[in-house]
């Protein structure tokens, strides 16, 4: 007579995982940066693809590569210049922004308002075609001073629109430090000048410098938009020069996916120098694994209160244990026990 096997004391069947658990088990025994390849490998795979499809003239982006790329050397020198006058403008607006003093913090705050509420490319107008206007109407020296050619109007209004931007980095860098510093300082006899460039500014470029980097990354895509105002040749940067020998050839698209190729290469190397800055800077700040006293041989030393002969704190020298472990419990006693016998004194001693 067979009994089917029901209740609670019956055994079930294993259950058998569904596909998509199976193809999980699976993609966990592969490593991330096997499938990350993997990735990249079918990406590439599609982009080549549609390069083969669209039919492109490898010949004429052969030859009209270097011509393109010869503007990589302006593009560099724009965006070095215009990062350098944004850093000194951002200091300034941090500065005003954190005075208590109603001139300085009204000009920071106009200053960020304005050139963080309009267009980067309004700006370079105004300040290449409107600002020669003015001039014109004050007369004297004033058209010369208030005129600027495209380069330099381009440069200061990337420094002027990106340190507006910048200001804000900057105050949250030196609000990051902490009042304790600050207050040390006072106490010091420092003034308000000697504490900033020696106490708050120091600490505040851990905190600045990346996101700065990454303000830099995005003004070298922006020089683009100097080409609007005209250059010469021998200084027009890249998209300038892809977009006239795109024009001349007929070969826009060609000279657009250069110019994107050598703009991809830059932002990547300055990112790569940007990660290794970042891990510079956070060197001394990563707390690290505090090491046993037992590996590194050094005596410890244990504070302890009482029992002095003027009632002060005295202090233990705690030997090295060999192999990380203390005496167990009976042989803390055996010790303690051999020790009293030790001071105790001998029978029949003098008094």
Not at 6 to 35: D, H, N
Request: glycine share 12%.
């Amino acid at each position: 007579m067979t009994m089917e096997a029901t209740g609670a004391g019956a055994t079930r069947p294993p259950l058998r995982p569904g596909r998509r658990e199976r193809m999980e088990l699976v993609s966990a025994r592969i490593p991330f940066w096997a499938k990350l390849t993997v990735v990249w490998i079918c990406i590439f795979l599609v982009l080549g693809g549609l390069f083969a499809v669209a039919d492109f003239d490898a010949a004429w982006m052969k030859d009209q590569f270097a011509f393109i790329a010869r503007g990589l050397t302006w593009t560099v020198i724009i965006s070095a210049l215009a990062i350098i006058l944004a850093c000194f403008l951002a200091l300034l607006g941090a500065l005003g922004r954190l005075s208590r003093n109603s001139i300085a913090y009204g000009i920071a705050g106009f200053y960020t308002s304005f050139f963080r509420g309009t267009p980067l490319i309004v700006q370079m107008f105004l300040l290449y075609l409107g600002l020669p206007q003015i001039g014109i109407a004050l007369g004297g020296p004033w058209l010369n001073i208030l005129s600027f050619d495209a380069l330099t109007a381009g440069v200061l209004a990337l420094g002027l629109n990106y340190g507006a931007y910048m200001t804000e980095i900057f105050r949250a860098g030196i609000v990051s430090v902490g009042h304790g510093q600050g207050e040390a300082a006072d106490a010091l006899g420092m003034t308000y000048r000697q504490k900033t460039r020696r106490i708050i500014l120091p600490q505040a470029l851990r905190v600045i410098i990346p996101p700065t980097g990454n303000e830099f990354i995005a003004m070298m895509k922006d020089s683009a938009l100097v080409s609007f105002l005209g250059t010469t040749v021998a200084r027009m940067e890249i998209f300038r020069r892809a977009q006239l020998v795109g024009k001349a050839s007929f070969r826009n698209l060609e000279s657009l996916i250069i110019a994107a190729m050598i703009y991809w290469a830059l932002t990547s190397v300055f990112q790569y120098f940007q990660g290794r800055l970042e891990k510079r800077m956070s060197k001394g700040y990563v707390r690290g694994a505090a090491t046993p006293a037992a590996k590194t041989g050094v005596p410890t030393f244990i504070p302890t209160t009482g029992g002095g002969g003027g009632g002060g704190a005295g202090m233990i020298q705690m030997p090295e244990l060999e192999g990380g472990a203390g005496p167990g419990p009976d042989e803390a006693a055996a010790r303690s026990e051999a020790a009293e016998h030790e001071h105790e004194p001998e029978p029949g001693a003098g008094t």
